[in-house]
């Protein structure tokens, strides 16, 4: 184990360096193939990334933001409609956008950043999920406030922080926060408990397992800033990888707790 996190590091180091010394501006940042587009990001994404990021296939679920079925007219997949009529009819998030579904590249790409020191790729899958946001989602109505937005990821324990040397949704955050023009907070909110293995469980009891990891009172120091920074505040809550939404939805309770007005 201990050789394995240590062979992330210097993964990571090296690639770091490699990129520093051999700026990846000519390619792609993602595929590391086409040429990317000019002056339309921060880091070098190609026109292919890039259509395939906003053209998805099918419309998508307001709620879990999973592609709907051919054919299904209601805003709601077939599982979300199943939930609110069940036990599980109140979420405390209000809508989920995806970048796509975690397959092929993507997929491939996400393991690459979350297990293989590939920390580059982060920004560039955060500059794509921006723009997936503001297509989707649009302006917020003027009789709502408009965007009185944060960018907040979901936090890593400081056990797992340890082992891979960086959080992933942190860095995804901070190119959506960049795409959008909008603040980035990485210590609004700290995960308390470790993660057990949640593999098999469903929704519910990914939920109950859960309850009580992040807090945005031990944030910050426990000083209350965290609250003052979310107060009336709509929070773009950023993670890698969405399954049943369990880990969203809790961090999504102690946001709405320090007075975040709606987490998307």
């Known amino acids: 184990s201990r050789l394995r996190v240590l062979a992330v590091h210097v993964r990571s180091f090296a690639t770091s360096l490699a990129a520093a010394i051999w700026p990846l501006s000519d390619s792609c ?17 190609c026109l292919s990334c890039l ?41 405390p998030v209000d809508r989920s956008v995806a970048l796509g579904i975690y397959h092929g590249s993507l997929a491939m790409q996400i393991r690459h950043l979350k297990y293989d020191g590939q920390a580059h790729l982060g920004e560039p899958l955060g500059h794509l999920l921006g723009v997936v946001v503001a297509s989707r989602m649009g302006p917020a109505p003027e009789d709502q406030g408009g965007w009185r937005a944060v960018v907040i990821p979901v936090p890593l324990h400081p056990t797992r922080y340890a082992e891979r040397g960086y ?33 098999g469980l469903d929704r ?14 031990a944030s910050m120091g ?27 939805a809790a961090c999504a309770v102690a946001l709405r707790q320090a007075g975040a007005r709606r987490v998307f």
């Open 204 to 217: 519910l009891a990914r939920l109950s397992a859960l309850a009580g990891t992040f807090s945005c009172d």
């Open 29 to 45: 940042a993602l595929c590391g193939r086409a040429k990317p587009v000019q002056g339309l990001f921060d880091v070098p994404i």
């Open 167 to 199: 959080n992933q949704a942190t860095l995804i955050a901070a190119g959506v926060a960049d795409a959008l023009a909008l603040p980035l907070v990485t210590d609004a909110m700290v995960r308390v408990k470790a993660g057990a293995a949640q593999a």
């Open 51 to 91: 259509t395939r990021a906003i053209w998805q296939p099918g419309r998508p679920c307001v709620r879990c933001g999973r592609p709907l079925p051919n054919g299904v007219q209601p805003r709601l997949c077939p599982t979300c409609r199943s939930a609110e009529r069940g036990t599980d009819a109140v979420t």
């Open 222 to 248: 426990g000083t209350g800033r965290a609250a003052r920074v979310m107060e009336g505040k709509d929070v773009l809550l950023i993670d890698d990888v969405l399954t049943t939404g369990a880990t969203l």
